[in-house]
Nanobody, 128 residues
Framework: QVQLVESGGGLVQAGGSLKLSCAAS????????MGWFRQAPGKERECVAA????????VYTDSVKGRFTISRDNAKNTVYLQMTSLKPEDTAVYYC?????????????????????WGQGTQVTVSS
Protein backbone atom coordinates (compact mmCIF):
# COMPACT_ATOMS: atom_id res chain seq x y z
CA GLN A 1 0.00 0.00 0.00
CA VAL A 2 1.28 3.47 -0.91
CA GLN A 3 -0.11 6.76 0.33
CA LEU A 4 0.46 9.86 -1.79
CA VAL A 5 0.04 13.46 -0.68
CA GLU A 6 0.35 16.35 -3.13
CA SER A 7 1.14 19.94 -2.21
CA GLY A 8 2.19 23.17 -3.87
CA GLY A 9 -0.84 24.09 -5.93
CA GLY A 10 -2.34 27.54 -5.98
CA LEU A 11 -3.29 30.59 -8.01
CA VAL A 12 -0.69 32.12 -10.30
CA GLN A 13 -0.70 34.59 -13.17
CA ALA A 14 0.06 33.49 -16.71
CA GLY A 15 3.80 33.27 -17.21
CA GLY A 16 4.40 32.40 -13.59
CA SER A 17 5.80 29.29 -11.96
CA LEU A 18 4.76 26.71 -9.40
CA LYS A 19 6.45 23.63 -7.97
CA LEU A 20 4.30 20.68 -6.99
CA SER A 21 5.46 18.01 -4.58
CA CYS A 22 4.13 14.53 -3.95
CA ALA A 23 5.26 12.73 -0.81
CA ALA A 24 4.89 8.96 -0.70
CA SER A 25 4.77 6.61 2.23
CA UNK A 26 4.75 2.85 2.21
CA UNK A 27 6.88 0.43 0.27
CA UNK A 28 10.18 1.05 -1.55
CA UNK A 29 9.68 4.26 -3.48
CA UNK A 30 12.10 3.37 -6.28
CA UNK A 31 9.90 0.39 -7.21
CA UNK A 32 7.31 2.82 -8.53
CA UNK A 33 7.05 4.80 -11.70
CA MET A 34 5.63 8.16 -10.66
CA GLY A 35 3.39 10.27 -12.83
CA TRP A 36 1.81 13.70 -12.69
CA PHE A 37 -1.65 13.88 -14.19
CA ARG A 38 -4.16 16.66 -14.52
CA GLN A 39 -7.89 16.84 -14.99
CA ALA A 40 -9.83 19.92 -15.98
CA PRO A 41 -13.63 20.13 -15.61
CA GLY A 42 -15.35 18.07 -18.29
CA LYS A 43 -12.10 16.58 -19.55
CA GLU A 44 -10.39 13.24 -19.12
CA ARG A 45 -7.42 12.80 -16.85
CA GLU A 46 -4.22 13.19 -18.84
CA CYS A 47 -0.62 12.41 -18.04
CA VAL A 48 1.51 15.53 -17.91
CA ALA A 49 4.82 13.83 -17.10
CA ALA A 50 6.12 10.55 -15.73
CA UNK A 51 9.46 9.36 -14.40
CA UNK A 52 10.98 5.91 -14.03
CA UNK A 53 11.78 4.44 -10.65
CA UNK A 54 15.46 5.21 -11.00
CA UNK A 55 14.79 8.70 -12.33
CA UNK A 56 16.76 7.95 -15.49
CA UNK A 57 13.83 8.15 -17.90
CA UNK A 58 11.13 10.78 -18.22
CA VAL A 59 8.24 11.42 -20.59
CA TYR A 60 6.17 14.56 -21.15
CA THR A 61 3.01 15.39 -23.00
CA ASP A 62 3.74 17.69 -25.93
CA SER A 63 1.91 20.68 -24.50
CA VAL A 64 4.27 20.98 -21.52
CA LYS A 65 7.62 20.06 -23.09
CA GLY A 66 10.17 22.74 -22.36
CA ARG A 67 8.01 24.26 -19.60
CA PHE A 68 7.56 21.49 -17.03
CA THR A 69 10.21 19.32 -15.40
CA ILE A 70 9.54 16.16 -13.42
CA SER A 71 12.11 14.92 -10.92
CA ARG A 72 12.28 12.63 -7.92
CA ASP A 73 14.31 12.23 -4.77
CA ASN A 74 14.16 8.56 -3.77
CA ALA A 75 15.88 9.28 -0.45
CA LYS A 76 13.00 11.59 0.45
CA ASN A 77 10.24 9.49 -1.19
CA THR A 78 9.15 12.57 -3.11
CA VAL A 79 8.42 13.42 -6.72
CA TYR A 80 8.29 17.00 -7.99
CA LEU A 81 6.80 18.87 -10.91
CA GLN A 82 8.42 22.22 -11.65
CA MET A 83 6.06 24.25 -13.82
CA THR A 84 7.19 27.41 -15.58
CA SER A 85 5.69 29.72 -18.20
CA LEU A 86 2.26 28.67 -17.02
CA LYS A 87 -0.73 29.24 -19.27
CA PRO A 88 -4.45 29.48 -18.46
CA GLU A 89 -4.95 26.15 -20.22
CA ASP A 90 -2.76 24.52 -17.55
CA THR A 91 -5.54 25.14 -15.05
CA ALA A 92 -6.66 21.80 -13.58
CA VAL A 93 -6.52 19.57 -10.56
CA TYR A 94 -3.12 17.91 -10.57
CA TYR A 95 -2.71 14.38 -9.24
CA CYS A 96 0.31 12.22 -8.67
CA UNK A 97 0.09 8.51 -9.32
CA UNK A 98 2.27 5.49 -8.58
CA UNK A 99 2.73 2.49 -10.89
CA UNK A 100 4.39 -0.58 -9.37
CA UNK A 101 7.22 -1.88 -11.59
CA UNK A 102 9.98 -4.47 -11.40
CA UNK A 103 12.33 -2.63 -13.77
CA UNK A 104 13.31 0.70 -12.28
CA UNK A 105 14.74 1.80 -15.64
CA UNK A 106 11.63 0.99 -17.67
CA UNK A 107 10.17 3.77 -19.78
CA UNK A 108 7.29 5.10 -17.68
CA UNK A 109 3.74 4.59 -18.86
CA UNK A 110 1.38 7.51 -19.38
CA UNK A 111 -1.86 5.51 -19.18
CA UNK A 112 -3.88 6.35 -16.05
CA UNK A 113 -5.27 2.81 -15.95
CA UNK A 114 -1.79 1.45 -15.25
CA UNK A 115 -1.36 3.43 -12.06
CA UNK A 116 -2.18 1.69 -8.82
CA UNK A 117 -2.26 4.54 -6.32
CA TRP A 118 -3.36 8.15 -6.43
CA GLY A 119 -3.12 11.24 -4.30
CA GLN A 120 -6.06 13.48 -3.46
CA GLY A 121 -5.08 16.16 -5.97
CA THR A 122 -4.05 19.81 -5.74
CA GLN A 123 -5.68 22.67 -7.62
CA VAL A 124 -3.61 24.77 -10.01
CA THR A 125 -5.28 27.88 -11.38
CA VAL A 126 -3.57 30.12 -13.92
CA SER A 127 -5.16 33.51 -14.48
CA SER A 128 -4.80 35.43 -17.74
Amino acid sequence: QVQLVESGGGLVQAGGSLKLSCAASGRTFSNYVMGWFRQAPGKERECVAAISGSGANTVYTDSVKGRFTISRDNAKNTVYLQMTSLKPEDTAVYYCGADSVWNTYAIPTTSPSRYDYWGQGTQVTVSS
